[in-house]
């Protein structure tokens, strides 16, 4: 930065977020910026991890340099209050992710059923693989019946009876080894948070390393576990993503048509939705209504299960929420799960936006609740794209703030559609990277945080790998920032390294690919163990790395986790509450490379962490016994 910047320019790289918060800061609307400034200075022992609230014989917190109390009252110590901390910021992720891929299962079990009459199997090819994984026979079965065994086995595994998770069985052989080895291979979903959640309260696991290793396993457990079956059971429901051209921005609302946002995570409600929007009667009681149409557009994952799936456009991620009210120009905010700010009802009282909850168990201050049920949701959908549409006309006097044209993106990535890009196998991606046409590959990922400058750290992040020939998957938040800044096109390809650009020319595909919501973090890893079980070696030894530049949630936490157990090492951009236990920090960044093959680091700057990806990722590759590339 040069210094001369305004505040907004400060806060956010994105022309909407800059607009929006000054229309936001004239509106007198608070935001998630001005509230993490009235909470400065934040509270440094939790910074570093070192408070505890587990027990009434507390809180209590250890004073990492003065005189103060270097025990609680219990007597643990740093290290076993940093590393119980994170193991409950572990397990509260996985339960998380987990539990959306539960609503899943439960939804697949009443299509089975017949009693869920809004949704329906739309991938039989992929219900019969996932079939056949579970050793589930589909001769002569129809396929609800097939789905109805297959849910019923996805249960299975989330409960305590089994040894270990079925999906495992995608690892590479190795990686398997090393996780029965430590002893950290996932038996049950449920079971591994339930477990981090014994252990963790007072007098019961008090070996920080103990504490760290089955953080681990709950991670696991997440990813390949619950999150998998997340994004698996999403494909059978509502189709496997395919490239799909789409558009993204706060442009992407428009000042003449019903706008409706749909937010959170789980594609159940999103999809219902959609289907509502399109319905003839409810277009033509727009049309009535004086508005030209129903424009549905997403926020964060949930948008992105719509984006690659249907390329819905996409209105923004996670620190734009609040600014998408900020435009005066959405009718209506439909939300399930994850990352749905409580402020968001605040500031719709400050427009003519309905906002909706629909989950039990999400409920929020401002909101109106109409749950959703699997066996109701088409007309609970239609109820309320029709109140959205009966509040077109009482937009606010001042009109719509739409300041921006949308940005065009190519989305729908994923392991089906990247093999059929190449042809049917990896083989061409194995030969670009043996060749050093592509120097490696690199997740980033996760969310926004207001610590960092709004998308800057995964933007130049991803423009430096690229100009590097490192490949970029991204998913969550990171995938709508690089949408953002137009390096999901085809033509982005411009701005990458000249091997990259001749691999993305040849297939057509840009240079950063968007893998899809916060579960869809496991189609990377199956991609990952795909290569390594093409190559016969494991994931730790491939040329990839992993990236969370501006994380800020439990899920975050999980998902690095689970990424360095499965061999990925992965750089953080803020600090996670750690840094009050040298042992913790040196574990985490050192030692788990001889136990997985794959460390954290830490790395706020981004120029900085793309240095320390392209090294990493020649290490690999020189181990591996590739050329070296310049460029
Ligand atoms: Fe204090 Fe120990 Fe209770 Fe934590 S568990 S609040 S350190 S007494
Ligand atoms: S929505 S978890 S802010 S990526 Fe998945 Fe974005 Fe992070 Fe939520």
Redesign the pocket.
Known sequence: MSGNESRFERQTITKDGQLLLRKAETDQVETAWDRHQAQAPQCGYCEMGLSCRICSMGPCRIDPFGEGPRKGVCGADADIIVARNLGRMIAAGAASHSDHGRDLVEVLAKVAEGRAPGYAVRDAEKLKRLAAEYGISTEGKTENRIAGELAHAMQEDYGTRKERLQLLNRAPQKRREIWDRLGITPRGIDRETSEMMHRTHMGVDNDWQSLLLHGMRNALSDGWGGSLIASEVSDILFGTPKPVASRVNLGVLKEDHVNILVHG?NPIVSEAILEACQSPGLLSLAHEKGAKGINLAGL??TGNELLMRKGIPMAG??LMTELALVTGAVEMVIVDY??IMPALGEVAKCYHTRMISTSDKARFPGMEHREFHPESASETARGLVEEAVENYGRRYGNGVYLPVKPVELLAGFCVESVLEALGGSPGPLIDAIKAGKIRGAAGV????NPKIRHDHGHVTLTRRLIENDILVLGT???AVANAKAGLEMVEASRLAGPGLREVCGALGIPPVLHFG??VDNVRILVLAAGLANALGTDISDLPVAGAAPE???E??VAIGTYFVASGVTTVLGPTPPVTGSLNVVKLLTEGLRDAVGATFAVEPDPEKAAVFIRRHIEGRREALGLPFVKV
């Open positions: 995570h964060c994952c991620n996670h994850q990352c990922v996760g969310c926004n969550g938040c990171a919501s916060c994380w800020y949630s899920k975050a």
